[in-house]
């Protein structure tokens, strides 16, 4: 009895974990060189969060730098900037519980 309860107990654990996660992804700036991957979801200690994924979808995405905002409710924070030969950069930001704004972008430069 004890092994099904656990058992039990873990798949819930499994299944709620699995439904507070959101995520899309789309292609941006010049010609659409970058991939964005985006995701939201709930870590029940820390509260709401976001998570952007900027990563290169066209060889000419080498030859910038690139940063990921990421904004879950009042206020956002930016990754540090990757250098031209990283392929991604991700970063999260947590907000509290009941937020209601959410929002990731890139941005790149050619120099620092």
């Excluded at 990754?79 to 937020?99: L, Q």
Aim: charged share 20%; net charge neutral.
């Amino acid at each position: 009895m004890k092994k099904h309860l656990i058992f039990t107990a873990f798949c819930l654990m499994v299944t709620l974990a699995s439904a507070s996660l959101v995520s899309a992804g789309y292609n941006f700036g010049p010609n659409n060189i970058f991939h964005m991957e985006a995701s939201a979801g709930i870590n029940w200690l820390r509260g709401e969060w976001v998570e952007g994924t900027m990563s290169n979808g066209h060889p000419d995405a080498r030859n910038y730098h690139k940063r990921v905002y990421a904004r879950a409710g009042d206020g956002g924070t930016y990754s540090d900037w990757a250098s031209k030969d990283k392929v991604s950069v991700t970063h999260r930001d947590y907000g509290a519980f009941g937020n209601d704004y959410a929002e990731v972008k890139g941005e790149w430069a050619t120099q620092l």
